[in-house]
């Protein structure tokens, strides 16, 4: 691996000059034009009335996929701009052109839907097993079936243009809020005033101290904010809601559970199972407060950490481990990994205005993915380089197939990037020869079950809630927050002493418009991947292959039928879950003993 590791992505190698790039406004031109003339295809486009006259539509199919990729590359680039810089206007403004062009896009591929839903069962039959076509048949029939389900095409293309001033416009307004807040902190150098991502980086500071002061900022920021975010959170629920009505739809989780290619009964068993087993989590976090040497634990105190690391681990410590951990696994997962280190794929530096969290987007027309969080050297920075990493590798495995064949959901995009996360966070825990670094490591490792099985939970079972109170009408700020305590106090079974209440304001994942329910996949990625982990383990070095053809086939097959083709699972019976648990509750069985002198 190259040294130094660049701290700054590279994005002129995908479009040079930043907001100002001529070759990006050229790219823009180009798809505009070639949008446009898909839209007078279409517009005279006929469902076929027999096998032979389905070929006539392959140049529409065609450049369907073409345009779909390139507004994907368009989207990514300038929301990589806006991330790295949220006063870029520039940015602000490319990304509503994409938008807009994005939603003329949606308009025809509803209209084109509508040529498949008019197509005869009989013709379809025989248009799907062309040669030219097979290797599509999942995706179009996926969009086939959901066609039949929605409103005509003229009310979904009028819904998409409105969504872009409202709908998106809503959730880009959010941005702006976020923009805006700058939260205080007083350190040896004086008061600073910290971006909402800097911020958060102090809730999980080592000093106690530092972290209650900061929740108390945090909260104190978001409830100044929180009029502007109930606002902008009832109008996306809002539109949401009608949009659903006109189509018909009475369960706010049709849409993200279709997303998801997934089922409610496995949805509902996932939950059910993690619900018997949080005794074992319960347990955990009252030894965590014993060792941190509190009665109980705060909002604030979940992800404090426990044990002695070995302080803050220098970034390019962090790439070397995990490279070197995910050649254990696979070679060709590491080889990636240095791949996207070398070539500046991550952007990782410690500065002003740069948007909270971290992410992964890949570009389909490069063929490259960039990777963006703020790294501070704690051992939940280097869990969240090996996850975005994790989500890079699952996109490389997919890029030599068609475009709608790459267009997998989430809950299996969040399964390989946990996935990637477990493998270096356990190796970790055992390669540790120091009683409190292993401690540290293996603590840090169950935080992660605590996030996906309580944390997650809360933000399932509040916005849940808050959609079926939203059909009753506007939900103020403070219904909001006593919702969102609510939802907290249940999914941690009550063992915290203080929560967390304008968590819905601050956490980014309520406002995404993309996909509506950004909570749920995270868990189901969480399961899936560390029931996958188990199997790796009782398998050995011949799973590596056998986890890459499922990771290749994540862009078309349900969830169901991925687990059972390549592991010959049932999903909607509890053992692949139980499972999964199994092997989190020996973490904590290996935390409670190495802290028995708490008990």
């Given at each position: 691996m190259k040294q130094p590791i660049s701290l700054t992505w590279d994005l002129d190698s995908i479009f040079p000059g930043g907001s100002?790039?001529?070759?990006?406004?050229?790219?823009?031109?180009?798809?505009?034009?070639d949008i446009e003339s898909l839209r007078k295809q279409v517009a005279v486009a006929e469902s076929p009335a027999d096998a032979d006259a389905t070929a006539t539509l392959d140049g529409v199919i065609e450049l369907l996929q073409s345009c779909a990729g390139r507004l994907t590359q368009a989207a990514e680039f300038t929301g990589c701009l806006g991330a790295q810089n949220q006063q870029d206007k520039g940015a602000v403004r490319l990304s509503s052109k994409v938008t807009g062009l994005r939603a003329g896009f949606e308009g025809i591929s509803s209209q084109f839907?509508?040529?498949?839903?008019?197509?005869?069962?009989?013709?379809?039959?025989?248009?799907?097993?062309?040669?030219?076509?097979?290797?599509?048949?999942?995706?179009?029939s996926e969009s086939r079936d959901l066609a039949r389900e929605k409103m005509s095409p003229e009310l979904e293309s009028l819904a998409?243009?409105?969504?872009?001033?409202?709908?998106?416009?809503?959730?880009?307004?959010?941005?702006?809020?976020?923009?805006s807040i700058q939260i205080p902190f007083e350190d040896k150098d004086g008061t600073k005033l910290l971006s909402v991502g800097q911020a958060f980086n102090k809730l999980s500071d080592d000093d106690a101290n530092v972290r209650e002061t900061m929740f108390r900022k945090w909260e104190e920021a978001w409830a100044a904010a929180a009029d502007y975010s109930a606002d902008t959170l009832n109008h996306l629920a809002g539109f949401r809601l009608k949009l659903y009505k006109g189509r018909g739809w009475d369960d706010v989780l049709?849409?993200?559970?279709?997303?998801?290619?997934?089922s409610r009964a496995t949805l509902d068993m996932m939950w059910d199972v993690i619900t018997r087993?949080?005794?074992?989590?319960?347990?955990?976090?009252q030894r965590k407060a014993k060792v941190l040497g509190k009665d109980a634990l705060s909002w604030v105190d979940v992800d404090a950490p426990v044990g002695k690391s070995s302080g803050k681990i220098p970034y390019e410590a962090a790439a070397a481990d995990i490279v070197t951990q995910f050649r254990k696994f696979s070679p060709r997962m590491a080889d990636f990994?240095?791949?996207?280190?070398?070539?500046?794929?991550?952007?990782?530096?410690d500065r002003p205005a740069k948007r909270p969290g971290g992410f992964c987007v890949s570009f389909p027309e490069s063929k490259e993915s960039r990777i963006f969080m703020t790294y501070s050297g704690t051992p939940s920075n280097v869990s969240t380089l090996a996850h975005e990493l994790g989500h890079a590798y699952h996109s490389f495995l997919l890029d030599d197939l068609p475009l709608f064949n790459q267009n997998y959901a989430m809950n299996v995009a969040e399964t390989a990037s946990t996935f990637a996360e477990v493998i270096v966070a356990d190796a970790q825990v055992k390669a540790s020869t120091e009683a409190d670094e292993k401690l540290a490591l293996l603590e840090a490792k169950i935080q992660n079950s605590v996030a996906f099985f309580m944390n997650i939970h809360a933000r399932f079972l509040?916005?849940?809630?808050?959609?079926?109170?939203?059909?009753?009408?506007?939900?103020?700020?403070?219904?909001?927050?006593?919702?969102?305590?609510?939802?907290?106090k249940e999914a941690f079974c009550g063992v915290l002493s203080e929560y967390h209440p304008h968590f819905w304001a601050s956490k980014l994942h309520f406002y995404i418009t993309d996909v509506p329910f950004y909570n749920f996949p995270y868990t189901v990625g969480y399961m899936f991947s560390t029931g996958l982990y188990r199997l790796a383990l009782q398998e050995g070095p011949s799973f590596a292959d056998k986890y890459d053809s499922l990771l290749r086939d994540t862009g078309v097959m349900t969830l169901e039928d991925l687990v059972l083709r390549h592991l010959g699972v049932d999903l909607k019976k509890p053992d692949f879950w139980q499972g999964a648990v199994d092997l989190i509750v020996e973490d904590i069985n290996e935390f409670l003993r190495m802290t028995e002198q708490f008990a």
């Open positions: 100002s790039s001529p070759q990006f406004e050229d790219f823009l031109k180009k798809l505009e034009a839907d509508s040529v498949l839903r008019q197509t005869s069962d009989a013709v379809w039959a025989q248009w799907m097993t062309r040669p030219e076509i097979a290797p599509l048949s999942f995706v179009l998409l243009e409105l969504a872009v001033d409202g709908y998106h416009g809503w959730s880009e307004h959010y941005e702006t809020i976020v923009g049709k849409e993200p559970l279709g997303i998801n290619r997934m087993n949080k005794p074992a989590l319960v347990l955990y976090l990994a240095e791949h996207a280190f070398d070539n500046n794929w991550i952007e990782v530096e509040f916005e849940t809630r808050f959609y079926e109170k939203r059909k009753e009408g506007l939900v103020n700020a403070e219904e909001l927050s006593a919702l969102m305590e609510e939802a907290q």
